[in-house]
């Protein structure tokens, strides 16, 4: 009996992201087709079995299944605008990076065009493509995603269905990317902050980690509850305290000569919901003041 994730399938676009997913297919025993406008990218994926398609409509011929990833939508809505033919009736698998709104412009295109659509958001590095921790999230036809779950398992160990809503996977990508950033942001600023006394990177660390893993790491699901039911009194880490907290972090930074754009954003923020009458509650409340805009 033939393996039900081993059926053809094409890449279009091989950039670092894209051949992982090639090499990911290939090394499963898919029979996979590539396409890239450097074609020389695709010299080591044909060494490894795969077969390079001259032009975009021959890679598409070539398979049933059509999985996307290139810079942008603007860049997949040129490539795939005189090839309506060739995908009529076939799947599209988009996990090109753009906004939610791209991705349900495109999803109007596909139906408009007899395309069966499924869009989706890698949250992962190339290099962790195939691996268990990988998640990749989809969004779109529920009938597509059931069809070709068996085919997309070995791009990544988790995979997850978010619904009809074509836009809602990049929803999820930009929510997670904002995290990391805001992250690390802090992390770079308290860096820079210890930096000022002489102590490094290395050094801080393991406060860092500590602090990540028993203090915020915790919080999370915490207010997550807190949120969902719209209850923010708190007897633990009111805004009313943080507001004179941040304060100090913000004046520190400043006589340092610590850039504070990143910390004074937090600061107003507080400062708002404070000056709105929610001293009293916990920081969790600060989803408000970005509903606010």
């Known amino acids: 009996m033939s393996n039900t994730n081993q059926g053809p399938v094409t890449v279009l676009g091989l950039g670092m992201m894209g051949t992982a997913l090639a090499t990911a297919f290939?090394?499963?025993?898919?029979?996979?087709?590539?396409?890239?406008?450097?074609?020389?990218?695709?010299?080591?994926?044909?060494?490894?079995?795969?077969?390079?398609?001259?032009?975009?409509?021959?890679a598409i011929e070539a398979s049933p299944v059509v999985v996307a990833c290139v810079?942008?939508?603007?860049?997949?809505?040129?490539?795939?605008a005189d090839a309506a033919d060739e995908l009529k009736g076939k799947v599209v698998i988009n996990l090109t990076s753009g906004t939610p709104e791209d991705a349900r412009a495109f999803?109007?295109?596909?139906?408009?065009?007899?395309?069966?659509?499924?869009?989706?958001?890698?949250?992962a590095v190339p290099q962790m493509i195939g691996l268990p921790q990988a998640l990749i999230f989809y969004a779109g036809s529920q009938e597509v995603y059931a069809e070709h779950e068996e085919l997309l398992k070995p791009l990544a160990g988790?995979?997850?269905?978010?619904?009809?809503?074509?836009?809602?996977?990049?929803?999820?990508?930009l929510g997670l990317l904002s995290l990391l950033w805001s992250s690390l942001a802090g992390y770079f600023h308290a860096v820079a902050l210890v930096n000022s006394a002489g102590v490094s990177a290395e050094a801080f660390t393991p406060f860092a980690l500590t602090w990540i893993e028993h203090v915020i790491t915790?919080?999370?699901?915490?207010?997550?509850?807190?949120?969902?039911s719209a209850s923010f009194d708190t007897e633990i880490s009111s805004l009313g305290v943080n507001k004179a907290a941040i304060e100090h972090l913000v004046a520190t930074s400043k006589q340092l000569g610590i850039n504070s754009d990143f910390s004074a954003a937090i600061q107003a923020l507080i400062e708002r919901r404070v000056e709105q009458g929610h001293a009293g509650h916990s920081l969790a409340s600060l989803v408000e003041a970005f509903k606010q805009g």
């Open 71 to 80: 810079s942008t939508y603007e860049v997949l809505n040129g490539l795939l």
């Open 158 to 173: 988790t995979n997850v269905y978010l619904g009809a809503d074509t836009g809602v996977a990049m929803i999820y990508d």
């Open 218 to 228: 915790p919080s999370i699901p915490q207010s997550a509850q807190e949120i969902d």
């Open 107 to 123: 999803a109007v295109w596909a139906e408009q065009n007899g395309v069966r659509y499924l869009d989706g958001a890698i949250m």
């Open 26 to 58: 290939v090394k499963n025993g898919n029979p996979t087709t590539v396409w890239n406008r450097s074609a020389d990218k695709a010299d080591a994926l044909v060494e490894q079995g795969a077969v390079f398609a001259a032009d975009i409509k021959q």
